[in-house]
């Protein structure tokens, strides 16, 4: 049967299907590490403010550190009984230091404790998923060097547009990571606050130094309120939301490297490495890990979704819905993660572009019909006139069964004097793509530029 767990204002222990229900420590065990990193830290907080002595603190740090050699050497695996891990350590202590270790708890709550773990292991989290992000850009930025002369059709609406340079379509994804990267700083400093001192809700009548422990953990700041510092979960709904954005730019490449993979676009050739087969059809090759990636990214929005939900409407300060934060940031911690590296090795070896192909598939289309526009509108004709005048040639090329390149200069002069026979240059496709030469275009110039700069963002 279930121990007491509680004061002896209580009577008699859990239902056991109530203890099962309530407890964490099924998945906040994820936490020990970051628990005993607190609570040696509240241990000489304590002995520094003379609230116990120096030995006794020493004893909690020397036990406490023994939890941490039980739990790595795999010696350490409480159950239900336990209810949460800050029990859990705070039980195993008092059995290896005696009782000494019934003092740890003074002058702290489990309120104030798992609102410091949580912080503490999100700052980790972060700090590798920004390492993470360094390296997909930089697995883009060298295929993006490789591809600067590569030519891809770009689209909108899924039509063709007007053609890119393959490296520029490349960057674009570099430029949507370098956001994500600098987002997770943001919340990062907004991550890094110590609320370990709040007490239950109101603070505590123990002369502690907050700014000790806070200075211990290498924390920038401390809670200024404790109520909010113990009720707060801000801080991880703006994880979950920057992990979502992260999820969003990753299933926009998986998607595209799904289709670009298809027989219809054949743009990309998938390596054994990383693709799967079908246990049916013997020719297929499969894009199971940008689809995964694609598909796991509804589970990160379901837990911000959670989040927000469990915050709403929630009175102050704690109350045990902010037990239901945890398993929702593990989970997006590990699908990040593990999406990051997953797209990461099959940028990096599981890839190939079809290079020959990419460069002429631009050669197929009207995507050059734009620049035949603003042909004419540089030589002084108004662009919509232009533009209408185009819309004709495509319409009259189409049912030809030509492109705008197998015009005759006298096709092209019947249509408007101004044309001359520079057009066929200036609708080549690498004319094209080279003529786009704005700041943050796909012109041949601005995308070194770019890959220049692209460097020392990443400096
Ligand atoms: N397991 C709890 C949680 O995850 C720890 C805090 C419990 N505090 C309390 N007053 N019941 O939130």
Redesign the pocket.
């Known amino acids: 049967t279930q121990p007491k767990t509680w004061s002896d204002r209580f009577e008699s222990a859990l239902h056991p299907a109530i203890a099962r229900f309530n407890a ?1 420590i099924g998945f ?1 065990i994820e936490l020990i590490e970051y628990d005993i990193t607190g609570s040696i830290a509240h241990a000489k907080m304590l002995a520094h403010t003379g609230i116990i002595s120096k030995e006794e603190a020493m004893q909690l740090v020397t036990g406490l550190e023994q939890i941490r050699i039980e739990y790595r050497e795999g010696h350490f695996n409480p159950g239900i009984e336990a ?4 029990f859990a350590v705070e039980r195993r202590l008092t059995e290896l230091v005696g009782d000494v270790g019934k003092k740890l708890h003074t002058a702290r ?3 104030d ?2 609102g410091t773990d949580i912080r503490l292991y999100l700052r980790d989290q972060i700090t590798e998923i920004r390492q993470q992000l360094r390296e997909y850009q930089g697995v883009l930025l060298r295929h993006a060097e490789k591809h600067v002369e590569t030519l891809i059709p770009g689209y909108t609406h899924l039509q063709r547009a007007q053609p890119l340079s393959l490296a520029h379509h490349l960057l674009a994804y570099f430029q949507m990571a370098q956001r994500d990267w600098e987002r997770l700083g943001e919340i990062y400093k907004r991550t890094n606050i110590s609320p370990l001192g709040s007490g ?1 809700l109101a603070g505590t009548t123990f002369p502690i130094d907050r700014h000790f422990t806070a200075s211990e953990l290498e924390f920038g700041g401390v809670y200024a309120n404790s109520l909010d510092g113990v009720s707060d979960r801000d801080f991880a709904i703006e994880f979950l939301c920057a992990s979502s954005l992260i999820m969003v730019h990753l299933s926009r490449l998986s998607e595209e490297l799904i289709l670009w993979a298809s027989q219809e676009f054949g743009f990309i050739t998938l390596k054994d490495n990383c693709s799967t087969g079908s246990s049916i059809m013997p020719q297929k090759k499969n894009p199971d890990i940008p689809e995964l990636v694609r598909g796991k990214t509804g589970r990160v929005f379901g837990h911000l979704q959670a989040l927000l939900t469990i915050m709403k409407g929630l009175p102050l300060a ?1 109350n ?1 819905d ?2 239901e ?2 398993e929702g940031i593990f989970d997006s911690v590990k699908t990040v993660q593990g999406s990051l590296e997953a797209m990461t090795i099959l940028l990096r070896e599981g890839l190939e572009f079809r290079t020959e192909r990419l460069s002429t598939a631009v050669e197929e289309d009207f995507s050059n019909a734009t620049d035949v526009a603003d042909y004419l509108a540089a030589k002084g004709v108004p662009f919509r006139e232009a533009y209408n005048l185009v819309g004709k040639v495509v319409k009259t090329s189409l049912a030809a069964g030509k492109l705008l390149k197998d015009l005759t200069l006298e096709e092209w002069q019947a249509l408007h004097p101004a044309f001359a026979e520079d057009i066929y240059q200036a609708i080549a496709p690498r004319q094209v793509v080279a003529a786009r030469n704005s700041y943050g275009g796909t012109g041949f110039e601005q995308v070194r530029n770019a890959i220049e700069s692209a460097k020392t963002q990443l400096l």
């Open positions: 964490s906040d209810e949460d891990v800050h709550s489990r309120n404790q798992v239950a704690y045990k902010l037990q934060d945890k």
